[in-house]
């Protein structure tokens, strides 16, 4: 079995071993694209979520700035459209990147660059198709929010290397993963000023806790092979540090919403999200993998929360 080729292994491992198991992708994709699309995790959608969220609230912090009633729906659509394209654009250069990486880690050898079901050169074309795909998204919105996407490309180039030269890989991580909070408030006002500013810091707070959890998957692997994570640099005191940026994330998060006019509503729906971050931390098992990939994906509802409390506040 370890000898099958990488037609075998297609028929063998149809499916990744992170993705929930009769996903949409498995079910319903036609056989040539399936690799693909779960080169680009539109099979494990987490992610794309994760990176929209950011965008939604800096959309909706925005309008409680400007005294709307609601954020733009046409902006939340293409943020929809936009995080989910280039988050699998990120996770194609992410895999041709750490392909051998990937392929001495027991939770990514399936993916579909090491298990050889998509080559390098087809999957480099898929990128690029992706990344003009997210260009069309980006190119519907004004100048300054376009140069500040462009803008974003650096760190996502060059998050991938981290791993291998500092233990805080999930710092940049959280660099990328919270330009949304600068990306949706530029979009609707076309400048910067300090309550989206202090919003993506409190988003690199969240990313560098909820990827901190993920990364408790690979610690073992990760150590072996020589990679670097903050998993494997708070170890045992993944609670306490956990604790301090989720706080941290939650009290820069709340400041942004009030610097710029959210009310008690807001506030008190933050306190909600607040419990379902402290849940996180006080029923996650760091050697567990499966609680540990349960937890990171509740922080799709995290997202929610945190939305759904600017917007109540819009709209009472």
């Given at each position: 079995?370890?000898?099958?080729?990488?037609?075998?292994?297609?028929?063998?491992?149809?499916?990744?071993?992170?993705?929930?198991?009769?996903?949409?992708?498995?079910?319903?994709?036609?056989?040539?694209?399936?690799?693909?699309?779960?080169?680009?995790?539109?099979?494990?959608?987490?992610?794309?979520?994760?990176?929209?969220?950011?965008?939604?609230?800096?959309?909706?912090?925005?309008?409680?700035?400007?005294?709307?009633?609601?954020?733009?729906?046409?902006?939340?659509?293409?943020?929809?459209?936009?995080?989910?394209?280039?988050?699998?654009?990120?996770?194609?250069?992410?895999?041709?990147?750490?392909?051998?990486?990937?392929?001495?880690?027991?939770?990514?050898?399936?993916?579909?660059?090491?298990?050889?079901?998509?080559?390098?050169?087809?999957?480099?074309?898929?990128?690029?198709?992706?990344?003009?795909?997210?260009?069309?998204?980006?190119?519907?919105?004004?100048?300054?929010?376009?140069?500040?996407?462009?803008?974003?490309?650096?760190?996502?180039?060059?998050?991938?290397?981290?791993?291998?030269?500092?233990?805080?890989?999930?710092?940049?991580?959280?660099?990328a993963f919270g330009w949304g909070a600068l990306i949706g408030w530029a979009a609707a006002a076309g400048s910067l000023a300090l309550p989206p500013v202090v919003l993506y810091l409190g988003t690199i707070l969240w990313v560098i806790g909820y990827d901190t959890i993920y990364a408790h998957q690979d610690k073992?692997?990760?150590?072996?092979?020589?990679?670097?994570?903050?998993?494997?640099?708070?170890?045992?005191?993944?609670?306490?540090?956990?604790?301090?940026?989720?706080?941290?994330?939650?009290?820069?998060?709340?400041l942004a919403g009030n610097l710029a006019g959210a009310g008690t509503v807001f506030l008190l729906l933050m306190l909600v999200a607040g419990a379902h971050l402290a849940?996180?931390?006080?029923?996650?098992?760091?050697?567990?993998?499966?609680?540990?990939?349960?937890?990171?994906?509740?922080?799709?509802?995290?997202?929610?929360?945190?939305?759904?409390?600017?917007?109540?506040?819009?709209?009472?």
């Amino acid at each position: 079995m370890q000898n099958a080729s990488a037609g075998d292994r297609q028929h063998i491992e149809p499916t990744v071993a992170d993705a929930r198991r009769g996903n949409w992708v498995d079910r319903y994709a036609p056989a040539a694209l399936r690799p693909f699309l779960q080169l680009a995790r539109f099979d494990r959608p987490i992610g794309g979520w994760l990176l929209m969220w950011p965008c939604w609230w800096s959309a909706a912090l925005a309008a409680t700035a400007s005294g709307s009633s609601y954020p733009s729906p046409w902006h939340l659509a293409l943020f929809l459209v936009g995080a989910h394209v280039m988050r699998g654009a990120g996770c194609v250069w992410n895999d041709l990147i750490d392909r051998k990486i990937d392929a001495e880690v027991e939770r990514t050898r399936s993916r579909p660059l090491p298990s050889g079901r998509v080559s390098p050169a087809a999957a480099l074309v898929f990128m690029l198709l992706l990344s003009f795909t997210g260009l069309a998204v980006l190119l519907q919105l004004n100048r300054f929010t376009i140069g500040l996407g462009i803008a974003s490309l650096a760190i996502v180039a060059v998050y991938p290397l981290m791993k291998r030269i500092t233990s805080w890989p999930q710092a940049v991580l959280g660099l990328a993963f919270g330009w949304g909070a600068l990306i949706g408030w530029a979009a609707a006002a076309g400048s910067l000023a300090l309550p989206p500013v202090v919003l993506y810091l409190g988003t690199i707070l969240w990313v560098i806790g909820y990827d901190t959890i993920y990364a408790h998957q690979d610690k073992e692997d990760d150590a072996l092979i020589g990679m670097k994570s903050t998993a494997l640099r708070f170890g045992s005191r993944t609670k306490p540090w956990l604790a301090g940026l989720y706080a941290g994330a939650w009290v820069l998060v709340t400041l942004a919403g009030n610097l710029a006019g959210a009310g008690t509503v807001f506030l008190l729906l933050m306190l909600v999200a607040g419990a379902h971050l402290a849940w996180q931390i006080t029923t996650l098992d760091i050697d567990d993998g499966a609680n540990c990939l349960t937890r990171f994906r509740s922080n799709h509802a995290t997202g929610l929360l945190v939305f759904l409390a600017l917007a109540a506040d819009l709209a009472l």
